[in-house]
Nanobody, 115 residues
Framework: QVQLVESGGGLVQPGGSLSLSCAASGRIFSINAMVWYRQAPGKQRELVAR???????NYADSVKGRFTISRDNAKNTVDLQMNSLKPEDTAVYYC?????????WGQGTQVTVSS
């Protein structure tokens, strides 16, 4: 059974930084793309950042230049470094991974940006 578990959410002031991490565990042969999504109250879930197994990345326009996604293929982890956070970044952040040709989701971690 494959599981994705996020950690690192919390409350931060505008302009601050926060780092999220997602660890995949279980019987894993290979992980292709890993993605961070977020969902704010009353809004649809949106893609925040994506990274391929080869390290290629792409970001939502709203986070470009502020967020950085990275992964450690040996540890089956993906991180999201979030800088210059804004109140509109407040959301539940979800990790998503394509593991052995199946899509898995984490349970989500709350990020709140507020003074």
């Amino acid at each position: 059974q494959v599981q994705l578990v996020e950690s690192g959410g919390g409350l931060v002031q505008p302009g601050g930084s926060l780092s999220l991490s997602c660890a995949a565990s279980g019987r894993i042969f290979s992980i292709n793309a890993m993605v961070w999504y977020r969902q704010a109250p009353g809004k649809q879930r949106e893609l925040v950042a994506r990274i391929t197994s080869g390290g290629g990345t792409n970001y939502a326009d709203s986070v470009k230049g502020r967020f950085t996604i990275s992964r450690d293929n040996a540890k089956n982890t993906v991180d999201l470094q979030m800088n210059s956070l804004k109140p509109e970044d407040t959301a539940v952040y979800y990790c998503n991974g394509l593991v052995d040709s199946r899509v898995y989701w984490g349970q989500g971690t709350q990020v709140t940006v507020s003074s």
